[in-house]
């Protein structure tokens, strides 16, 4: 019987690809490989009722057709999505002979986010391969969106839907 083993994380990467980071596995049949850092941002309440927001840092490791179709797209800044599974790296440290580990995520489909931000800087097309551009928030408005009609009457008495500051405050969930 196999466990559960499985990762889905939305964050920003933390630095540009390089030639460290992206690169071909050796052998016969080369695969591309990249590798990313990503950091996640959290807000948690402390005990004095005040918010505090915290960052964890991920490795995630892109394989194959995926890594090389977001190379051009993989920069510093660029919010990703990544679903995948967790593997530990064990090695032994030739400098002090010590047995290391770490955990990295290898990514099964990693999805880019975000808009605009991030990419190549050669105005090659955002939002993926001949899809339409994902639509940024920036403020309290959608750049590069369709304006979207809402035609009901919601749960809290008005008649749209707003990301402005009007949202009530007594949410009834």
């Known amino acids: 019987m ?3 083993n499985s990762v889905m994380l939305i964050g920003r990467i ?9 690169g071909y596995t050796t052998g016969a049949n080369p695969t591309a490989r990249a590798n990313v850092s990503i950091a996640v941002n959290r807000s948690r309440r402390n005990q004095d009722n005040t ?15 995926t890594a090389e179709n977001l190379k051009p797209y993989l ?8 679903e995948g599974y967790l593997k530990q790296d064990r090695w032994d440290d030739k400098a002090t002979g010590e047995k290391r580990s770490r955990i990295v ?4 489909t990693v999805q880019l986010l975000g808009g605009n931000q991030g990419g190549p800087a050669n105005g090659a097309p955002q939002g993926g391969f001949g899809q339409p551009q994902a639509p940024s928030y920036s403020g309290n408005t959608f750049q590069n969106a369709a304006p979207v009609q809402n035609n009901y009457q919601n749960n809290f ?17």
């Open 105 to 108: 995520i290898q990514a099964n």
């Open 14 to 22: 933390t630095r540009d690809l390089d030639d460290r980071s992206f």
């Open 51 to 65: 918010w505090e927001d915290e960052v964890s840092y991920f490795d995630v490791t892109i394989w194959g057709k």
């Open 157 to 173: 008495g008005g008649n749209s839907f707003s990301t402005g500051s009007d949202f009530p405050e007594d949410i009834p969930f």
């Open 2 to 4: 196999t466990d559960i």
């Open 75 to 82: 920069s510093k800044g660029k919010q990703i999505a990544v």
